[in-house]
Nanobody, 115 residues
Framework: VQLQASGGGLVQAGGSLRLSCAAS????????ISWYRQAPGKQRERVAA???????EYSDSVRGRFTISRDNAKNTIDLQMDSLKPEDTAVYYCQVDRLYGPSIWGQGTQVTVSS
């Protein structure tokens, strides 16, 4: 599995961005799809995830503002980010957990929210 993330950029506080992660290769054993972020000097945190059961999870810091979605036809995992705050500034990564192999990470995409 390979993941290619896109859609980061610079936006003012209160604005929106949409991140997209394209998956290629053998995706049959993916058990969860997640978006993580890592701000300078902070630990990487998971902000949103879709499990194969259909369950969707969000971190408390983004719940109600971010929406994760999956397009099976396009093999993409999107993260719609609304009402962005300066504290959302981070490098964002898409990640998949697999049943028969190690987790796979995409390259990061920078999101910068100016106040």
């Amino acid at each position: 599995v390979q993941l290619q993330a896109s859609g980061g950029g610079l936006v003012q506080a209160g604005g929106s961005l949409r991140l997209s992660c394209a998956a290629s290769g053998n995706t049959f054993d993916i058990t969860a799809i997640s978006w993580y972020r890592q701000a300078p000097g902070k630990q990487r945190e998971r902000v949103a995830a879709i499990l194969t059961s259909g369950r969707i999870e969000y971190s408390d810091s983004v719940r109600g503002r971010f929406t994760i979605s999956r397009d099976n036809a396009k093999n993409t995992i999107d993260l719609q980010m609304d009402s962005l705050k300066p504290e959302d500034t981070a490098v964002y990564y898409c990640q998949v957990d697999r049943l028969y192999g190690p987790s796979i990470w995409g390259q990061g995409t920078q999101v910068t929210v100016s106040s």
